[in-house]
């Protein structure tokens, strides 16, 4: 079959791999390949067993893959194909160096810049999709630029707002799709060729054209926003906890106010995930090498908060423990940074089972999708943690249970045969406000949840 257009993806991740299989259902007469270095991730992504988690994405692949969704490990061939291609590699915060702990490290996006460079024999439109700071575009297009022949490859920034485990949905039904592209002739066209591809779905007034700049900005605007709202909240949790004010009742009064809207003011552990602490401390860093201290103290503070709460939520658990959990048996349920993923980057949990563990408590995870990032998360310390997927038997003999994911399997459990088969007294630590505290009070747990007064038997 002839395709209108080849589209390129390099980087077969949570966003490529989502992003890529909708742009393929929704563009039959397009042809849209995704490469990755990882060779086994790229075999799963053929297989059965996609490498990621994510309701509907299952049936989306199956749909239209070989059709025109195709996954590949030949990178180098299909650049040389490619009309528009998107890059939707990692770009971790940095480890080492100027700016470590904060900057992103551009590594993996430089490398595939100049892959694109040697392979490209005509002019591409390079679409930026992993979350870059502020101007990267221009020192892309310098890179990208550098060839002095006939070719050109114009970069748009298309940034992506999608969340796991409801990603398919959000990719269906977007608030809006950002197009920053600059503003000359050459830029303006291709912006309008990423605006093409949406509109195939999108509905036009949802697609926001912006430059370049904005459109990056927004970006990490957009994650700093929403952060900063589960920062707020919980720092409101910690004074309900001492005041006997509810969280919920807090937050459901407040979300009413339509300035405010109800969205996002969960109480939680805390937020985690591969976004939200990374660009925050992107943002951060940004201002600071503007100059802009007060900026970067103020949004430094949404994730020291974060930091906090996770810290507040193991002392806690110490200190209503009697102040020892040494050898205590502790059932951690859920270990995702969310519910529907499996994904675990940045999870509150990871800190948590460290934390617990450092206080030589015995471990117990249980995640119905996790479990498999979590021996990776904490590979280090094999033999101090079991790994148990079903929360029963995870409960087992247990002192206390610690809620970290808002899973709904978790709200409908048996309590009362799990209640008999722990150790006695025994504890409930809520960290996402999903069980029935109440009920869990009447059935003789001490019950403890995110922003709630205690309910404790003694
Ligand atoms: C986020 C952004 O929402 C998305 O637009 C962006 O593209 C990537 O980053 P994601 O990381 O998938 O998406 O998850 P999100 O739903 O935003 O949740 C982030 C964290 O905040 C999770 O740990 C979640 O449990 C926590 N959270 C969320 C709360 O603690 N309370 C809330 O009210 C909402
Ligand atoms: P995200 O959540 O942003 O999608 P992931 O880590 O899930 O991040 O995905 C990024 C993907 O990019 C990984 O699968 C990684 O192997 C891939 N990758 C990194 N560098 C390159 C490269 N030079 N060429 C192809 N793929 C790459």
Redesign the pocket.
């Known amino acids: 079959m002839n395709f209108k257009k080849n589209i390129l993806c ?7 791999g989502p992003t890529m299989a909708m742009i393929a259902s929704k563009c039959p007469l397009y042809k849209v390949t995704v ?4 060779k086994d ?1 790229i075999r799963e992504w053929n297989s059965d067993n996609l490498p990621i988690y994510e309701p509907g994405l299952d049936e989306l692949v199956k749909k239209i893959r070989d059709k025109n969704l195709f996954f590949s490990t030949e ?1 180098d061939k299909h650049i040389r194909e490619a009309d528009i291609i998107f890059v ?3 770009t971790p915060t940095k480890t080492f160096g100027q700016g470590a702990g904060k900057a992103a490290d551009l590594q ?1 996006w430089e ?2 810049a100049r ?1 694109i460079l040697a392979n490209s024999t005509g002019s591409k439109i390079i679409v930026e999709k ?1 979350t870059l700071p502020v101007r990267a575009a221009e020192a892309m297009d310098r890179i990208l630029n550098t060839k002095n022949d006939n070719i050109h490859l114009e970069v748009v920034s298309n940034p992506e707002f999608l969340s796991e485990g409801t990603a398919i949905a959000d990719l269906e039904n977007p608030d809006r799709v950002l197009i920053g592209a600059k503003q000359t002739p050459e830029g303006i066209s291709a912006g309008k060729e990423i605006v093409e591809i949406y509109s195939h779905w999108v509905p036009r007034e949802r697609i926001v054209e912006s430059n370049v700049w904005s459109s990056e900005l927004s970006k990490l605007t957009a994650n700093a926003f929403l952060a900063q709202r589960i920062s707020s909240i919980n720092s409101i949790s910690a004074l309900c906890e001492k005041t006997e004010a509810d969280i919920d009742e807090v937050g459901h009064a407040i979300g009413m106010d339509s300035r405010i809207g109800p969205k996002f003011l969960k109480a939680s552990v805390g937020f985690g995930g ?1 976004c939200f602490k990374k660009d925050i401390l992107n943002l951060v860093y940004i201002s600071q090498s503007y100059g802009l201290t007060e900026v970067a103290e103020y949004w430094e503070s949404v994730v020291n908060l974060n930091e906090w709460q996770e810290r507040r939520f193991i002392q806690n658990m110490v200190s209503n423990m009697f102040n020892t959990i040494a050898g205590k048996k502790i059932a951690l349920f859920g270990f995702a940074f969310k519910s529907n993923t499996g994904d675990t980057r940045d999870s509150p949990a990871i800190y948590i089972a460290r934390g617990l563990a450092e206080e030589k408590a015995q471990i117990t995870i249980s995640d119905p999708e996790a479990l498999a990032n979590a021996k990776k998360d904490l590979s280090d310390m094999e033999e101090n943690i079991i790994y148990e997927r079903d929360p029963y038997k995870a409960a087992e003999g247990a002192h206390a249970i610690a809620v970290l994911t808002e899973w709904d399997l978790y709200r409908n459990l048996d309590y009362k045969r799990i209640m008999r088969s722990m150790v006695q007294p025994a504890f409930i630590f809520d960290g996402r406000n999903i069980l029935d505290h109440k009920k869990l009070f009447d059935l003789g747990f001490n019950v403890f949840a995110v922003g709630k007064a205690p309910m404790k038997q003694f």
């Open positions: 390099i980087g077969a991740g949570y966003v490529g490469v990755d270095i990882n991730k990178t939707s590699v990692n993996y490398k595939t892959q992993s591969s």
